[in-house]
T-cell receptor, first 112, second 115 residues
């Protein structure tokens, strides 16, 4: 089992460019999450999807959009990247209502 | 503002010592308090967790102490080893209106165990 798979692992964008971060899980989990990790700030929740067909804002949703494509896949889109979005992005999944989240390996994004 | 406040930001301990990492929260709706461990280049992984109706939980060398009235909890690592060197995150889980769980993380502690 691969668990939670994120693509790409690294990306450099120019300010104003758009891109989509992909996440897929093979654990049949209902809930999926996107976090960003910045030094001294820990992991901050961007958006989450409690179950297929639903998405909700987390702590820092501005500048991002998400799509829960199906039960396995949850994508994060930056429409117009800004340097402040330089970060490491983690996708995670869990059973619905469960409290343990399983994380992917992360995507390191640099916006110049 | 951080809903879960964690300290210290970094910690250096000699092998065999007992590092202690502290966290505090305000929202009494949090119903589950996990600790995650993260090694460089990897995603966080669940280490140990506690519910607010329990004051202490031990798993191997890792212990969570929980003080509900003070809204504080801490991680102790007994007989620490160089392999415990990692970043540790406390977290708190809360259910939204649909009963889905959101996990809110603290700012992290970079722990280094000296040989």
């Amino acid at each position: 089992n691969a668990g939670v798979t994120q693509t790409p692992k690294f990306q450099v964008l120019k300010t104003g460019q758009s891109m989509t971060l992909q996440c897929a899980q093979d654990m049949n989990h209902n809930s999926m999450y996107w976090y960003r990790q910045d030094p001294g700030m820990g992991l901050r929740l961007i958006y989450y999807s409690a179950s297929e067909g639903t998405t909700d804002k987390g702590e820092v949703p501005n500048g991002y959009n998400v799509s829960r494509l199906n039960k396995r896949e949850f994508s994060l889109r930056l429409e117009s990247a800004a340097p402040s979005q330089t970060s490491v992005y983690f996708c995670a999944s869990s059973e619905y209502g469960a409290t343990e989240a399983f994380f992917g390996q992360g995507t390191r994004l640099t916006v110049v | 503002q951080q809903q879960v406040k964690q300290s210290p930001q970094s910690l250096i301990v000699q092998k065999g010592g007992i590092p202690i990492i502290n966290c505090a929260y305000e929202n009494t709706a949090f119903d589950y308090f996990p600790w995650y461990q993260q090694f460089p280049g990897k995603g966080p992984a669940l280490l140990i967790a506690i519910r607010p109706d329990v004051s202490e939980k031990k798993e191997g060398r890792f212990t969570i102490s929980f003080n509900k009235s003070a809204k504080q909890f801490s991680l102790h690592i007994m007989d620490s080893q160089p392999g415990d060197s990692a970043t540790y995150f406390c977290a708190a889980s809360i259910r939204d209106s649909s009963s889905a769980s959101k996990i809110i993380f603290g700012s992290g502690t970079r722990l280094s165990i000296r040989p």
